[in-house]
């Protein structure tokens, strides 16, 4: 592992390498939310506003961080979530991300609009895999890309469910990010200015959405193969008829819908706002996880999206009652830090912290740490750290 690398202590400098090695754009893509970035500072702040009581006098000196996660056993409670074009951060793509997670037996998730393949991540991965799907108007497309996925050994599937228009990502589009969005002088200059990332993005020509078509795709095929507004979920029960392996449904906030979710196939909920990239208005997750858990935590697995920079934030959202968290920008700064290394390198401080904080409170396994443990919340409104 490289020098840089052993010095980053914290996903925040893996946040600040990652920011050095990207041109302007392609970082502002990666780190931004929809609109005023509401909901981004929301989901931080949420766990920066949660305290946990420490029990002490314990015999603490053996700690497994091991669990259960979409019917698989895992090393830790953590889940790589699934981020379109990876290849964008990094030329080693979602390969990369793929063989880290094994390293460090944690499942990985490909995303539908990812620029590696299914049959690429099984050959890179033995790690428990998810596949991420886009419902567009021609389900068939869904359809196929599930069995593919099934074929390549993934063991799970995530239906992405808050996508009926894409958010408003202004700081992006006014950098140029995505196409069709003009780009400015500056973002071309940065561009410039990053000789490496640019060989690289140029001799391997990455392309997003490459399990979907044959070649790059029209402007007009990607927006006919994207997410649809028809979506509703009765089509979570026709692709439950094709799916027998755990199915979670990402995006899903209230009750409501998670309930729904329920009754329609879902084992999985992963409470989600898009990591503050879609909804401005929405609530962090953390703060609707209790009465998520409530309705449906008895009949399906709830996993926990957004804000999560730390291993003590996976012990929290535990304590409230979630099954695992779910990591995506964390990771993704690793990758752009430096590829495979890096990812290792992120999910490294996760277990070093979640090991370090559950001796703190007096827990040596994972399903010991619950309810009890929770303190009040305190305010935190006026922070803005959107690493």
């Known amino acids: 592992m490289s020098r840089q690398l052993n010095n980053c202590v914290n996903i925040e400098d893996l946040y600040r390498l990652a920011k050095r090695r990207l041109p302007a754009p392609m970082f502002e893509y990666l780190r931004g939310g929809a609109e005023d970035e509401l909901a981004l500072q929301n989901n931080r702040n949420a766990y920066s506003g949660l305290q946990l009581i420490p029990n002490y006098l314990r015999d603490v000196s053996s700690v497994d961080t091991s669990s259960r996660v979409l019917g698989c056993d895992v090393a830790m409670p953590i889940v790589l979530a699934p981020v379109g074009f990876t290849g964008l951060f990094h030329h080693h793509k979602e390969v990369a991300a793929a063989a880290a997670a094994e390293k460090y037996q944690v499942p990985y998730s490909l995303a539908t609009w990812g620029s590696s393949t299914p049959e690429?991540?099984?050959?890179?991965?033995?790690?428990?895999?998810?596949?991420?799907?886009y419902i567009p108007s021609d389900r068939e497309r869904a359809y196929v890309l599930a069995e593919r996925a099934?074929?390549?050994?993934?063991?799970?599937?995530?239906?992405?469910?808050?996508?009926?228009?894409?958010?408003?990502?202004?700081?992006?589009?006014r950098m140029g990010m995505p196409p069709p969005a003009k780009m400015p002088i500056s973002s071309i200059l940065s561009i410039l200015s990053h000789p490496r990332w640019l060989y690289n993005f140029i001799k391997n020509k990455p392309t997003a959405g490459v399990s979907l078509f044959d070649q790059a795709p029209s402007p007009q095929e990607m927006?006919?193969?994207?997410?649809?507004?028809?979506?509703?979920?009765?089509?979570?029960?026709?692709?439950?008829?094709?799916?027998?392996?755990?199915?979670?449904i990402k995006g899903v906030l209230s009750v409501e819908d998670a309930s729904l979710a329920v009754e329609h196939g879902a084992s999985a909920i992963i409470l989600s706002n898009h990591g503050g990239r879609q909804f401005d208005a929405a609530p962090a997750p953390l703060d609707l996880l209790p009465a998520i858990v409530d309705a449906v935590g008895d009949r399906a697995e709830i996993i926990v999206d957004g804000g999560i920079r730390r291993g003590v934030d996976v012990l929290k959202a535990i304590a409230l009652g979630a099954t695992a968290c779910m990591i995506g920008r964390p990771y993704i700064y690793g990758l752009a830090a430096g590829g495979q290394l890096g990812v290792e390198r992120a999910l490294q401080i996760f277990k070093e912290e979640l090991q370090r904080n559950m001796m703190l409170m007096g827990v040596t396994r994972i399903d010991d740490v619950d309810s009890r443990f929770v303190h009040a919340q305190v305010g935190t409104a006026n922070q803005s750290a959107l690493y």
């Open 223 to 248: 927006l006919a193969a994207g997410p649809t507004a028809d979506l509703v979920f009765e089509d979570i029960s026709r692709l439950r008829e094709r799916w027998d392996g755990p199915l979670a």
């Open 120 to 133: 690429e991540i099984s050959a890179a991965s033995s790690a428990a895999k998810m596949m991420q799907l």
């Open 150 to 173: 099934k074929a390549a050994g993934f063991s799970a599937l995530c239906v992405t469910v808050d996508t009926p228009v894409h958010g408003n990502r202004e700081k992006a589009w």
